[in-house]
């Protein structure tokens, strides 16, 4: 499975941005699939959940502000991120996993300026 995904960029605080990761290479619809970031000189972080049937969950820093979603039928991800903030400043990376294999995107660099 490969995963490309896109979307960063610089956007001021209170802005939005969506990112998406593609998908190719497997049957998208049976993953789990999320995003995790990772801000400078920090761990990376676990941002949001999608499962295969669509539950989805957040970490509670973005509950209320960012909507995970995914359309299987164009094996694509999203994250609608709203407003952000300059602590969501980060490299985003999506994910997908199925039993014992996790897969991971190149990542997208978001930059929220105050």
């Known amino acids: 499975v490969q995963l490309q995904a896109s979307g960063g960029g610089l956007v001021q605080a209170g802005g939005s941005l969506r990112l998406s990761c593609a998908a190719s290479g497997g049957i998208f619809s049976i993953f789990a699939m999320g995003w995790y970031r990772q801000a400078p000189g920090k761990q990376r972080d676990l941002v949001a959940t999608i499962s295969s049937s669509g539950r989805t969950d957040y970490v509670d820093s973005v509950k209320g502000r960012f909507t995970i979603s995914r359309d299987n039928a164009e094996n694509t991800m999203y994250l609608q991120m709203s407003a952000l903030k300059p602590e969501d400043t980060a490299v985003y990376y999506c994910?997908?996993?199925?039993?014992?294999?996790?897969?991971w995107g190149q990542g997208t660099l978001v930059t929220v300026s105050s």
């Open positions: 994910y997908a996993v199925r039993g014992g294999s996790a897969y």
